[in-house]
């Protein structure tokens, strides 16, 4: 099947109980067996749900996966992702983190024996300078969230296995998701989502994902999800199995918006900087046109006034855009990352990488150009 058709049939049969088209939701956390371990392959929700079941094969679908699974949220995605190292490994991450994503690893696995090394992954050789007998795991984001920056999957998974081919690399694909690009066909083991985003499409829903093609591994995420209980819910499955059905066509307005955004942006006046990787001014943009189908609805923007009173003022002039967490739905969002999706990082940690006060992060949704436009100018007025 092409993209387009896998994000509606990929994965699915018709319930094989009432012939119905869409899977129901199997609210049920138990199922009767006719004797002792005889059942008709559910036993208990937390090892799996036919509603979850259906929504994980789309997910494997479209992103050219073999297994896929899904996660109360995104974060409890990448901690079964981690779980799957021992004391004493190292990770090698993007200097460039979602906020979440940082927290996790410093504040929390940290103290669990893992070591972290946080570097620019527009540089595949920064990558190459780091690893060593203890690197079992690379955490590439690309585009990362807030500053836009794009890592050669290809070049870097194919630096990593030659080295050491027993090193997984997994790709946080939310900010491009499989519309757009495919990590697991460029090199990549492992593909995380924050479901939440974009796959889900409407903010009515909390969700992570992984994909995998490696039998070996998708046994051991999935000892670790049924073990650790990070499962999502029924109601959950389903919304986001209804919103991947129109993935292909948000994402394609998403991309119109977000470049007539970024152009605007390129050129206004009080525009210090825009990061946007469809832009020919992007330092990264050789690598984004190679390895993504487009370039997606999400924009970053320094002002240059350098201040956090210039940025509240025009954050709280918008009248389409909503000022609030999250990205990806089909209404556009407007963000502060240093009080919002990254304040948990350190202060010198931000400054040290670009995210100050004047930086703004717009989620572009799928609303007529003409009107984001609009709200954009007044604001910025």
Known sequence: MKFNTKTIHGGQEHDPATGAVMPPIYQTS?????????????????????????????????????????????????????????????????????????RMFTRM??????????????????????????TKLIWIETPTNPLMKIADIDKISKIV????????????????????????????DIVMHSATKYLGGHSDLVMGALMVKDQQLAEELHFIQFAGGAVAGPQD????????????????????????IAKYLETHPKIAEVFYPG??????????KKQMK??????????????????FKILESFKVFTLAESLGGVESLVNHPITMTHASIPA???EKIGITNSLIRLSVGIEDIDDLLADLKRALQ
């Open 30 to 102: 138990t199922y009767a067996q006719s004797s002792p371990g005889k059942h008709k392959g559910y036993e208990y929700s937390r090892a799996a749900n036919p509603t979850r079941t259906a929504l994980e094969n789309n997910f494997a679908s479209i992103e050219n996966g073999t297994h896929g699974f899904a996660f109360s949220s995104g974060l409890a995605a990448i901690d079964c992702v981690l779980k799957l190292l021992n004391p004493g490994d190292e990770v090698i991450a993007g200097d460039d983190l979602y906020g979440g994503t940082y």
């Open 109 to 134: 696995f940290e103290k669990y024996g893992l070591k972290f090394h946080f570097v620019n992954m527009e540089e595949s050789a920064n990558v190459e300078a780091l690893m060593n007998s203890n």
């Open 161 to 188: 296995k030659r080295k050491d081919s027993n090193v997984l690399v997994a790709v946080d694909n939310t900010f491009a998701t499989p519309y757009l690009q495919l990590p697991l066909d460029l090199g990549a």
């Open 237 to 260: 499955s389903f919304l986001a199995l209804r919103g991947i059905k129109t993935l292909h066509i948000r994402m394609q307005r998403h991309c119109e918006n977000g470049m007539a």
């Open 279 to 288: 832009l020919e001014s992007d330092k990264s943009h050789h690598i984004a």
């Open 294 to 311: 487009d370039f997606g609805g999400m924009v970053s923007f320094k002002l240059k006034e350098e201040s956090e009173a210039a940025a």
């Open 348 to 350: 010198k940690e931000r």
